[in-house]
């Protein structure tokens, strides 16, 4: 299980307006649609962090 780490976040009116717009349209939070968001961009840059799970099975193979 992930631990989740909470911090600030500032971005202009007419952007958290769209996001929660989006968010609403998808029956997610505001918090939940810029998680997905943020992680739809890192798994379409291949910018996924190797989880410690998984490089420890790939090393036993």
Do not use: C
Not at 8 to 37: C, H, P, Y
């Amino acid at each position: 299980m992930s631990k989740k780490k909470a911090f600030a976040l500032r971005m202009n009116e007419e952007m958290l307006k769209a996001v929660e717009k989006w968010a609403s349209d998808e029956f997610r939070s505001t918090n939940g649609q810029i998680e997905w968001m943020l992680m739809q961009y890192l798994k379409d840059h291949n910018r996924l962090p190797k989880s410690k799970k998984n490089s420890t099975s790939e090393s036993d193979s």
